[in-house]
């Protein structure tokens, strides 16, 4: 079975702390990919990076970076210097390689970031 | 890239009665896929909807509850029947489009009330 786990439910933090979304993940799958989305208050859904599972480089963008971990099924998200603006739901996501591509999504991490 | 146009953007709607929701891509696409996410919740596949085909609806979805229309490779209906309060979530339609950096996009979501 796949299963999305996001533990944390809501982040409070102080604007310019960082902090790091959890998400872990389960598959029988060897070739996946994982996706982490934000979901601002205006609801649309905003695509910030995809994983595969055979790349386990951490990547930075910005104040974004991603620490992808396969031994401990692993794909956390930080945020440095977090500002205003980051404050959405932020959703991590899985999908395999074969069949439909169906997305499983996690219950989300709702970030506060006050100022 | 696909741009993906949604209608309506939101709706209050009366109990028992249906909603149509449009979903338009700027691109051919194979696949489209809708997802209901309920107040508070998470992201889940309500259909896989491919041109020329019956939809394939995941467990706990109905035809006769949520049928789907495609026509051809850029668009795709969702009707909402019998609307009940339950029903009132966030619709959104999502294109995958295949190749190196395949990800999925997302309309803006139709934000749907039932009173």
């Known amino acids: 079975a796949q299963k999305v786990t996001q533990a944390q439910t809501e982040i409070s933090v102080v604007e310019k702390e960082d902090v790091t979304l959890d998400c872990v993940y389960e598959?029988?799958?060897?070739?996946?990919?994982l996706f982490w989305y934000k979901q601002p208050p205006s609801g649309e859904l905003v695509f910030l990076i995809r994983r595969n599972s055979f790349d386990e480089q951490n990547e930075i963008s910005g104040r974004y970076s991603w620490n992808f971990q396969k031994s401990t099924s692993s794909f956390n998200f930080t945020i440095t210097a977090s500002q205003v603006v980051d404050s959405a739901v932020y959703f991590c996501a899985l999908t395999h390689t074969s069949g439909t591509y169906k997305y499983i999504f996690g219950t989300g991490t709702r970030l506060k970031v006050l100022a | 890239s696909a741009v993906i146009s949604q209608k309506p953007s939101r709706d209050i709607c009366q109990r028992g009665t249906s909603l149509t929701i449009q979903c338009q891509v700027d691109s051919q696409v194979t696949m489209m896929f809708w997802y209901r996410q309920q107040p508070g919740q998470s992201l889940t596949l309500i259909a896989t909807?491919?041109?020329?085909?019956?939809?394939?609806?995941e467990s706990g979805f109905v035809i006769d509850k949520f049928p789907i229309s495609r026509p051809n490779l850029t668009f795709s209906t969702l009707t909402v029947s019998n609307m009940s309060p339950e029903d009132s979530s966030i619709y959104l339609c999502?294109?995958?489009?295949?190749?190196?950096?395949?990800?999925?996009?997302f309309g803006q979501g139709t934000r749907l009330t039932v009173v």
């Open positions: 999502s294109v995958e489009v295949t190749g190196m950096n395949t990800e999925a996009f």
């Open positions: 909807a491919n041109q020329g085909s019956e939809a394939t609806y």
């Open positions: 598959t029988r799958d060897t070739t996946y990919y």
